[in-house]
C-alpha cells in the first residue's frame, strides 16, 4: 500500500480510529488484537505484518495521539520488540503468522539465550550445541544472565551447529519452546542480593525443523539483529509513562503486565550511582563541609553533566544524518565512570555509616544497595574492556589485536 | 537544549585550521620561540587582516565581526591545536573582552584599533604571588598617573596598548586604564616561562601616564574572568585533542613485538579512555562557550566546570601522549614536550581544577 504520509494526515486517521475504537474497560486482550489488526500498534512495521509502512520519523506522533487518548499500545516490556524485530527481519512467513500476533498482544513472553558460562565478552564462543536427529533439533548445554526465564514461553536461542569451521561461521540461531521437559530454569542471584536473572540448563530440549531462523551457520548474523535493537531499546526497557485520560479496568490490567516484567530492574538506577542523591547526602551528613568530599562531590556533579552534554551533541549529531555508531559505547564508558565516582562520593558522604546494610544502614539500607549494585555497570550488556576495544579500534582506527580463534572451532582454547 | 555547530561554524574552523596548518607549522613555531617576540608579525597580521578574525564578537560599528563568543571559541580551539605562539588570545580575546565591558569616551578608538590590527593590546591585571582578586589590588591610578606592579601578563613587550585593571583614587573603587606601551616610567621584567609559546611578564608602572577606560566592580570583573577562563579552556581543549591525534597517530605507526603498539590493548584502552574525557570536556567548554552570550545562564558554573574539565584533560593527554611515545616522547626534538608545556601552564592560570570545583559548589550554592 503506498500512501503518502503527512504529519496532518497520520495525526487525524490516528485520532479517528482512536475515537472510534479505544475503550478503557475493554479486555486487555481485546482491545491489543483489534489494535494489532489496525497497524497502528506497530505502525512503522510493513502493512503485510501488523504495521502500516509509515516512516519511522512519524511514528512520534503516532504515540503522542495515543497519549493523548491515554490508550494502551502494544505490549512492550522484557525482550519481546527484539524477538519481533529479529523475526520480521529474519524469520520465516511461518514463524511471523505464528509469533508475532502474540508478542504485541502480550499474550507470550520471551527471553534471550546468548551469554552463557564460558562465552561473556567473547560472545561469538557458544558451546550450547544443537544437533539434527530424527526430524528434530535436539539441544544440549547451558546459558545464564537470562532475564525473565522463568516466565518465558519462547528463547531465542544463540546455538553452535557446526564445529568444524571457525567460530563465527558454526552457529545457528533458533526459537525454542521454554515449556518443555529438557529446559530447566534456575534463579541466579547476585552480589547484592536480588536475582534478577536465569540459568538456563538444555538437557535433550528438543526444536522442531520449522522453528530455525534463517539459514544454518547464519546465526550470528541474526544475533547481531536482535543486539542491534538491544541496544536501540536500552534506554527504554524500564517500561514508558502512560498518560491516564480516565479510570478504566485495562489499566490495571496493563499494569500487572508490566509489574511483572519490570521487576528485575528496580535496582538498576542504584546500579547507576544515585548522582540525583549525592548533594542532599553531603547536606544531611554535613561532610559538605569537608574539603576532599567537596572536590570529589564537584568532580562527579561536572561528570554528569558533561556526560548528559555529550549525549545530546551526539543525538544533534545523529539528526544531521551522522549515523549513530560507537558513540554509544562513548555513553556507556560515562556511565560507568560516573557510577564509580558515585559510589565514592556516597561513601564519603556517609562515611562510617556506609559498614551498615538493610534498616540499620544510610536511607534504609539504599547506599549500601548503591554500594553492591555498581560494579554490575561496568560489566554489564558489554564490559568498560570491551567499549574501550570498540572505541579505539572503530573510532581511533587503531589495528585490531591478533587473534588467536580464527581456525576451526573444534580446535580454539576454550574454557 | 541539542548542540551542534552551524555549517558556517564548521567552516570557520576549516579555514582557521588550514590557515594554521600552512602559516604557523610547529617546525615554524620552534623557530619562533628563539625569536624577539615570540611569534611572526605577519601571520598574526594576516588572521586578523585577511581572515577578518580581530574582533570576532566585537560589534561591527567597532569594525568587529558581530558573531558570538562561540565563534571566538572555535578559532582558540583550532589555535590550541596548532600551538598557536602569537597575541590573538592576550590581544583580539582578552583585551577585547575588556573594551567591551568599558563604558568610557574613549573605549570605542581602541577598540576600533585593536580589532583592525592597527594596535595590539594585552591585560595587565593579576599582581605578584598570582593574586587575581579585585580586592587584593594593590596597583593603582590617581589623576590619570598609574602606579605599581602587574604580572602574569602575556605578550607583554611586543603590545602596543596596555590595559590594566587597578584602584581607582576613590577608595574601595576600580577602574580599567589603558596605557601607551612606550610611555614613559613602564619597566618590563620578561619571566622564564615554563610555556615556550606564550611570553610572560612583569610589569612596573611608575607613575605612568593612563586613560581611564571605565569603572569595574565585582560583578563586571567575575564576568570578564568567565569569559576569560571560557577562552582558554576551549583553547586547552583544541591542544587535548591534539595530543589525542598524536598518540593515535604514532601508536598506528610505532612497531614492537611485530606489531603496532596500537593492537595492544594497554594502548589501546589509554586513548580509549582520553578520547572519553577529551568528548567531555569539549561537551562542557562548547556549552560554556554558548552560555556567555546569554545572560539568563549561570555563566559562571558552566565557565568552571569548562575550566576544570580542560585543565585535567589537557594535562592528561599531554602526559599521555609522551608515554605513548615512550623514550622519544622524552626527547627535546619530538614536540610532545611543546604542548605539554602549555598543558601545565594553562592548566594553573586563573585558577586549577580543584579551585575551579570548588567554585562550582559555591556558584551551585552548596
Request: charged share 15%; no cysteine; hydrophobic share 30%.
Given at each position: 500500500m503506498n500512501v503518502d504520509w503527512s504529519e496532518s494526515k497520520v495525526r487525524q486517521d490516528v485520532r479517528e480510529w482512536l475515537r472510534a475504537n479505544w475503550n478503557p474497560n475493554a479486555k486487555l486482550i481485546d482491545w491489543r488484537n483489534t489494535l494489532v489488526d489496525s497497524g497502528?500498534?506497530?505502525?512503522?512495521?510493513p502493512s503485510r505484518w501488523f504495521?502500516?509502512?509509515?516512516?519511522?520519523?512519524?511514528v512520534p506522533v503516532v504515540l503522542e495521539e495515543f497519549n493523548r487518548f491515554g490508550a494502551v499500545g502494544v505490549a512492550r516490556t522484557g525482550i519481546r520488540l527484539l524477538a519481533a524485530e529479529t523475526l520480521l527481519a529474519h524469520g520465516t512467513d511461518e514463524q511471523r503468522e505464528r509469533f508475532l500476533r502474540r508478542i504485541l498482544t502480550g499474550e507470550e513472553i520471551w527471553c534471550q539465550l546468548f551469554s552463557e558460562p564460558g562465552s561473556?565478552?567473547?560472545?561469538?564462543?557458544?558451546?550450547t550445541r544443537a544437533e539434527q536427529q530424527g526430524g528434530v533439533w535436539i539441544v544440549n548445554g547451558q546459558k545464564v544472565w537470562t532475564t525473565s526465564a522463568h516466565h518465558a514461553d519462547f528463547g531465542l536461542l544463540l546455538a553452535r551447529t557446526?564445529?568444524?569451521?571457525?567460530k563465527h561461521q558454526g552457529m545457528t540461531y533458533f526459537v525454542i519452546d521454554?515449556?518443555?521437559?529438557g529446559v530447566d530454569v534456575q534463579p541466579l542471584r547476585q552480589m547484592n542480593g536480588y536475582a534478577s536473572f536465569n540459568q538456563v540448563f538444555f538437557t535433550n530440549a528438543t526444536i522442531p525443523l520449522?522453528?530455525?531462523?534463517?539459514?544454518?551457520?547464519n546465526g550470528w548474523r541474526v544475533a547481531m539483529t536482535t543486539l542491534m535493537y538491544e541496544r536501540r531499546a536500552a534506554n527504554a526497557l524500564t517500561g514508558q509513562g502512560l498518560n491516564r485520560r480516565s479510570d478504566g479496568s485495562i489499566y490495571e490490567e496493563e499494569a500487572k503486565e508490566s509489574a511483572l516484567l519490570t521487576?528485575?530492574?528496580?535496582w538498576y538506577p542504584q546500579r547507576a550511582g544515585r548522582v540525583d542523591l549525592a548533594v542532599d547526602r553531603a547536606l544531611a551528613t554535613k561532610s559538605i563541609e569537608d574539603h576532599a568530599t567537596r572536590q570529589e562531590l564537584s568532580r562527579l556533579l561536572m561528570m554528569s553533566k558533561c556526560a548528559e552534554w555529550t549525549a545530546s551533541r551526539a543525538r544533534a549529531a545523529q539528526q544531521q544524518?551522522?549515523?549513530?555508531?560507537?558513540e554509544g559505547s562513548l555513553g556507556k564508558l560515562a556511565n560507568s565512570q560516573i557510577a564509580k565516582q558515585a559510589l565514592k562520593v556516597h561513601t564519603m558522604t556517609s562515611g562510617m555509616e556506609s559498614m551498615l546494610a538493610g534498616e540499620d544502614g544510610p536511607l534504609d539500607g539504599l547506599i549500601a544497595e548503591i554500594l553492591l549494585s555498581v560494579p554490575a555497570i561496568s560489566i554489564a550488556g558489554g564490559t568498560d574492556e570491551i567499549q574501550k576495544n570498540i572505541i579505539a579500534e572503530r573510532v581511533l582506527g587503531m589495528e585490531k589485536e591478533p587473534r588467536?580463534?580464527?581456525?576451526p572451532f573444534r580446535d580454539v582454547r576454550r574454557n | 537544549m541539542e548542540f551542534a555547530f552551524t555549517d558556517e561554524q564548521n567552516q570557520l574552523r576549516e579555514t582557521v585550521a588550514q590557515f594554521l596548518e600552512s602559516r604557523c607549522p610547529i617546525a615554524e613555531t620552534r623557530n619562533q620561540i628563539r625569536s624577539?617576540?615570540?611569534?611572526d608579525q605577519d601571520v598574526w597580521r594576516s588572521l586578523v587582516r585577511?581572515?577578518?578574525?580581530?574582533?570576532?564578537?566585537?560589534?561591527v560599528e567597532q569594525?568587529?565581526?558581530?558573531?558570538?563568543?562561540v565563534e571566538t571559541c572555535i578559532v582558540l580551539e583550532e589555535m590550541g591545536r596548532a600551538l598557536y605562539s602569537g597575541p590573538f588570545l592576550s590581544s583580539n580575546v582578552l583585551s577585547v573582552n575588556a573594551l567591551m565591558c568599558c563604558e568610557g569616551a574613549n573605549t570605542a578608538t581602541f577598540l576600533t584599533d585593536v580589532v583592525s590590527g592597527d594596535s595590539k593590546a594585552t591585560l595587565a591585571f593579576i599582581e605578584r604571588n598570582a593574586k587575581w582578586n579585585l580586592q587584593e589590588f594593590e596597583c593603582s591610578a590617581n589623576n590619570g598617573s598609574l602606579s605599581g606592579e602587574k604580572t602574569f601578563?602575556?605578550?607583554?613587550?611586543?603590545?602596543d596598548l596596555l590595559i590594566i585593571a587597578a584602584r581607582s583614587n576613590i577608595s574601595d573603587r576600580y577602574g580599567l586604564y589603558a596605557v601607551?606601551?612606550?610611555?614613559?616610567?613602564i619597566d618590563y621584567v620578561a619571566l622564564d616561562s615554563i610555556d615556550l609559546t606564550r611570553r610572560l611578564s612583569t610589569i612596573r608602572f611608575d607613575s605612568v601616564k593612563a586613560i581611564e577606560l571605565g569603572a569595574i566592580d565585582e560583578s563586571k570583573y567575575q564576568a570578564f574572568l568567565d569569559l576569560a577562563v571560557v577562552a582558554l579552556a576551549n583553547e586547552m581543549i583544541g591542544g587535548a585533542q591534539r595530543m589525542l591525534d598524536s598518540a593515535v597517530e604514532y601508536a598506528s605507526t610505532r612497531v614492537q613485538f611485530g606489531r603496532t603498539?596500537?593492537?595492544l590493548q594497554a594502548i589501546k584502552h589509554k586513548c580509549a579512555e582520553l578520547l572519553l574525557d577529551v568528548e567531555l570536556a569539549k561537551s562542557a567548554c562548547y556549552r560554556a562557550a554558548e552560555a556567555m552570550?546569554?545572560?539568563?545562564?549561570n555563566r559562571s558554573q558552566l565557565a568552571s566546570i569548562a575550566k576544570a574539565m580542560a585543565s585535567d584533560v589537557f594535562v592528561r593527554a599531554a602526559l599521555d601522549c609522551i608515554q605513548v611515545h615512550?623514550?622519544?616522547?622524552?626527547?627535546?626534538?619530538?614536540?610532545?614536550h611543546l604542548w605539554y608545556r602549555r598543558a601545565k601552564s594553562s592548566?594553573?592560570?586563573?585558577?586549577d581544577s580543584s579551585f575551579h570545583r570548588e567554585r562550582y559548589l559555591q556558584e551551585l550554592g552548596v
Open positions: 497502528w500498534g506497530m505502525p512503522a512495521w504495521g502500516v509502512d509509515l516512516p519511522p520519523g512519524l561473556g565478552s567473547d560472545l561469538a564462543g557458544v558451546t557446526n564445529w568444524d569451521v571457525p521454554m515449556r518443555q521437559g520449522n522453528m530455525r531462523v534463517d539459514d544454518e551457520g521487576e528485575p530492574y528496580t544524518g551522522q549515523s549513530q555508531g560507537p588467536l580463534d580464527s581456525g | 624577539t617576540n615570540g611569534h585577511d581572515l577578518g578574525l580581530g574582533g570576532i564578537h566585537a560589534p569594525g568587529g565581526a558581530g558573531l558570538s563568543y601578563v602575556f605578550d607583554g613587550p611586543s603590545a601607551e606601551a612606550n610611555s614613559a616610567g603498539i596500537g593492537s552570550d546569554h545572560e539568563d545562564l615512550g623514550g622519544i616522547g622524552f626527547t627535546w626534538e619530538n614536540d610532545t592548566e594553573v592560570y586563573l585558577g
